[in-house]
C-alpha cells in the first residue's frame, strides 16, 4: 500500500495532462502522470494528437508539427521541470529520460475519490494515493472500425477524424470529400471542408440528420454539400491514399463505389471515464461535469478536471491545454489553502 501522498496526481497525457503537469511542476508541486498506454512501443502517449499528422492551428508552429512530434515536446517539457511518470517498471523521471531508459507507461485502471487522500490504481499493480487529482483522460473519436479506416488513417492517407484539424491540409484541397455522420459535427465539418474543397458528401446512414435544425438548413443551402441519404460506409478504398468508399444501401443492401479525396468521420466522441465508476457526475452524453464552467472544478473538492473528457464542444489541443494549465492552477490553489504546499 501507498505511503506518503503525492501532492497532484495527473491521469491523462494528451494537450490538458502535459500541460497541467508543466504547470504543476513549475509550482513546485512534483506531479506524478498516468500517461497511459502508448499506440506504439516508440511513442509515448498523447491522446488523440497521436494518430493525427499535420497540426498547423496551434500556435508557435508556423510551419506545423507532426501531432506525435508535437506530444513528444509537450513531454519532455514536463519532464525537464521535474514531472514524473508511472510505467510497469514503477516511476521514472527526467534522468530517466534522458537514459532512455523506457518501460511502458502505465494507464489508470481505478480510483476511489470517495475520501482523501485519494487512491489510484494502475492498470499494472501501482497504487498511489493522492491529495489533488487531475482527470485529463480525453475523448475518443468513435470510428467505423474498418480495416483500411485504421490504416489510412494512422498512416496520413487522407482518413481523418477531425476536419477543423486536418481539412485544411493540401492534399484535400479541391478535392471531393466525404464526412460520415448526420450530427452536427457531420454538418459543421461538411460546411467547414466547403472551404477548401471542390464538393462534400455527407454520408448518413439514415433519412433524416440527427442534427439541429439550424444546422441542417446549413447543410441543405450549401451548394457543395450533397447527402447521401440512408448509405454506410463498408469499406475504405486506395492504398497508399484514399480514393474512394464502397458503400451499402441499409434500406435495399445495394453496394455502390464513391470516389473521394477524403474521408472524416462525424459519429461522435466517446469521453474516457470508465475507470471513474459514476464517482462524478457526467452530462447526457458522458462528459464530466465541471462545477463552475470557467474552472476547472468539480462537485469533488480536490478533484479537477481538464480537456475533451469535459469538453464537447471545442475539442482542440491549444483548448485542452489552456484548460490542463487551469486545472493546475486550480490545484495549486486549492493544495495551498489544505496546507499541502
Ligand atoms: P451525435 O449527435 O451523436 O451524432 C452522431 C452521428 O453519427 C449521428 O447522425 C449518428 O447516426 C451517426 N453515427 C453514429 N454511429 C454511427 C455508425 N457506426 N455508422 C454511421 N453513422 C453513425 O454526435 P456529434 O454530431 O459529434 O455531436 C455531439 C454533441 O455535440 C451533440 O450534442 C451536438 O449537438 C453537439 N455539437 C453541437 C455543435 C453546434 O451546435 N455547432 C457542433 C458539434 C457538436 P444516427 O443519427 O442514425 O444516430
Redesign the pocket.
Known amino acids: 500500500m501507498p505511503n506518503n501522498p503525492e501532492k497532484i496526481v495527473i491521469i491523462g497525457s494528451g494537450p490538458a495532462g502535459w500541460t497541467a503537469a508543466i504547470y504543476a511542476a513549475r509550482a513546485n508541486l512534483d506531479p506524478l502522470v498516468f500517461p497511459g498506454r502508448a499506440v506504439s512501443k516508440d511513442l509515448v502517449p498523447g491522446g488523440q494528437l497521436m494518430l493525427t499528422t499535420d497540426v498547423e492551428n496551434y500556435p508557435g508552429f508556423p510551419e506545423g508539427v507532426m501531432g506525435p512530434q508535437m506530444m513528444e515536446l509537450f513531454f519532455k517539457q514536463a519532464m525537464r521541470f521535474g514531472t514524473r511518470v508511472v510505467t510497469d517498471d514503477g516511476i521514472k523521471s527526467n534522468d530517466d529520460v534522458q537514459h532512455g531508459l523506457f518501460t511502458p507507461f502505465q494507464n489508470v485502471a481505478s480510483v476511489d475519490l470517495s475520501k482523501r487522500p485519494f487512491h489510484v490504481v494502475g492498470d499494472n499493480g501501482f497504487e498511489v494515493d493522492a491529495h489533488a487529482v487531475v482527470i485529463a483522460t480525453g475523448a475518443k473519436a ?1 470510428w ?1 472500425g474498418l480495416e483500411n479506416e485504421t490504416r489510412l488513417a494512422q498512416s496520413g492517407g487522407g482518413v481523418s477524424a477531425c476536419a477543423v484539424c486536418d481539412g485544411a491540409l493540401p492534399m484535400f484541397r479541391d478535392k471531393v470529400l466525404a464526412v ?7 454538418v ?1 465539418e461538411a460546411n467547414y471542408l466547403t472551404k477548401f474543397a471542390g464538393k462534400v458528401y455527407m454520408i ?3 433519412d433524416e ?4 435544425k439550424i ?1 441542417q438548413d446549413r447543410a441543405l443551402n450549401n451548394e457543395k454539400i450533397e447527402i447521401l441519404w440512408n448509405k ?1 460506409v463498408i469499406d475504405v478504398l486506395g492504398d497508399d491514399v484514399i480514393t474512394g468508399v464502397k458503400l451499402q444501401d441499409t434500406q435495399t443492401n445495394e453496394e455502390s463505389e464513391l470516389e473521394v479525396g477524403g474521408l472524416f468521420m ?4 466517446t469521453p474516457i471515464t470508465g475507470f471513474l465508476d459514476g464517482q462524478l457526475e457526467t452530462d447526457d ?1 458522458g462528459y464530466v461535469k465541471l462545477k463552475d464552467p470557467y474552472r476547472s472544478t468539480t462537485e469533488i473538492e480536490g478533484v479537477f478536471v481538464a480537456g475533451d473528457v469535459a469538453d ?2 471545442y475539442r482542440q489541443a491549444i483548448t485542452a491545454a489552456g484548460m490542463g494549465c487551469k486545472a493546475a492552477i486550480d490545484a495549486e490553489r486549492w493544495l495551498a489553502e489544505q496546507g499541502v504546499e
Open positions: 468513435n467505423l460520415v455522420g448526420g450530427g452536427d459535427s457531420a459543421e448518413h446512414r439514415r440528420l440527427r442534427a439541429s444546422m454506410t462525424a459519429i461522435g466522441h452524453a464537447h464542444v
